[in-house]
């Protein structure tokens, strides 16, 4: 047996329990993971909201950890009992002592980088690595406004933005939030609880705004977002921290310029397991060049996990939450 959290119906952080799960054998094409660290993302906390939909209920949480392969399915061959692994895309059940998950959603760990690194970096980092490098590929000297920079996502999407020598304008809601931006390497900042931010742009950017946006917060920053994006430019709604974009008038598009609006989701890039390793390469390497640093804000043991929601939601965090089994 081994200590998972399961839920059995949507709500709030009080839905989530820890239970007593078997320790399940892998099929042909799967592996059984030991995590060791287990990363918190925001899309867990649409899943057990329900304003994303689990397969069916009861149902596991989390898709991010890192750990040791405990056991291979027999049509297995590139991973062995006792490799160190990490994951990002796989099925709900992440967060959990035990794991078992399709084999092609595993990427190889180096040495280099830690089980709690790659549990605080595997899925904010391929997120980074998608939408600057393949959403829309920035390059250098463009200036880009990125919402929630001193979040988990945010921060490293600051540091990637200054190792390709972009101009990231990182928006958050208090001076400290936007010190730590700045300090992670975020070209300007804006705390838009004081600051009127499309006024900000415009000042930065001479009039010009941005070729790009990048939102994460959803509801609340719709409207300010399209009007940052500069004429025929994009606006990448990537997450629903303050709600979901709900009654999009495309004619505003026209209105505000021709832009293009694109949601995207990490599994629709990291759809094979060549492409996922390639992607995780990447990141990897600007990781051992010490260009993007893993800041972990708090660690939670497992059995709290509704604590470490709660303040994901409440937006008491700064970097990444990482829960150890």
Known sequence: MAKGIRFSRHGGSEVLELVDQPAAEPGPHEVRVRNRAIGLNFIDTYYRSGLYAPPSLPSGLGTEAAGEVEAVGSAVSHLRVRDRVAYATGPLGA?????????QHLVRLPESISFEQAAALMLKGLTVQYLLRQTYRVEAGQTILWHAAAGGVGLIACQWARALGVKLIGSASSPEKAALARANGAWATIDYSREDVVQRVLDLTDGAKCPVVYDSVGKDTWERSLD??????????????????????LGVLAQKGSLYVTRPTLGHYANSAENLQAMADELFALVASGAIKVEIGRRYPLAEVAQAHDALSGRQTTGSTILLP
């Open 228 to 249: 940052c994006v500069a004429p025929r430019g994009l606006l990448v709604s990537f997450g629903n921290a303050s709600g979901a974009v709900t009654g999009v008038n």
């Open 95 to 103: 967060c959990a002592e035990l794991h078992v998950l399709p084999a």
